[in-house]
């Protein structure tokens, strides 16, 4: 009863720990172990990792259905607009600039769409951290709900990819969309 069993070291650096750990070791001798944080949460960091990695996922497949929203949306108006884009051609309007239009229609949709979600995103996680949405069991998890940290660097490139795709997505219709014969779309007209 009267042996000490445990010492424990509160650090003013945080991320010290493992250099801290090393040192207490040689300290201590080999009869004695030293631990930090870092080992003793090993699991929950992996399992964070882990969450990461499929928050990932689950955005670029949240990305890639709305890729094909606009492309969709930019092949059925091409079809739709057929004779309209071959009678400005035979005006005079430019392949290029035909190829603008159709580019620039499936990045504006791209740009609400992102500016939407983040700002959806933003206001969730900022009301789902402010009125603790996600209650825990603190026994278990030490922490009695689940914090909401928005950080502008995933808005960063979360946007940045989401414009990417939309992108990608203009580019099949709005070359499609050149390919039209003004001659063959105003044969019966």
């Known amino acids: 009863e009267d042996v000490v069993n445990a010492v424990e070291l509160r650090l003013d650096d945080l991320y010290a720990a493992r250099e801290v750990t090393r040192a207490v070791e040689k300290i201590a001798g080999p009869k004695l172990a030293a631990t930090n944080w870092m080992e003793q949460n090993r699991q929950i960091f992996n399992a964070l990792r882990m969450e990461r990695a499929v928050t990932v996922i689950t955005i670029g497949l949240i990305e890639l259905v709305a890729a094909l929203n606009i492309f969709i949306t930019l092949v059925m108006m091409v079809m739709e ?23 620039y229609q499936g990045m504006l949709i791209g740009a609400v769409g992102t500016a939407i979600g983040l700002a959806a995103g933003y206001v969730l996680a900022f009301l789902g951290d402010r009125y603790r949405w996600v209650r825990l069991d603190e026994e278990v998890y030490s922490l009695s709900f689940v914090p909401f940290e928005p950080r502008w660097v995933d808005g ?34």
Do not use: H, M, N
């Open 156 to 189: 960063l490139w979360i946007a940045a990819a989401a414009l990417l795709v939309s992108f990608l997505a203009t580019l099949y219709p709005s070359r499609s969309a050149t390919r039209v014969a003004p001659a063959e779309a105003l044969r019966y007209e």
């Open 81 to 103: 607009k057929y004779r309209d884009i071959a009678v400005l051609i035979s005006l005079g309007a430019r392949r290029e600039q035909i190829r603008r239009i159709f580019v």
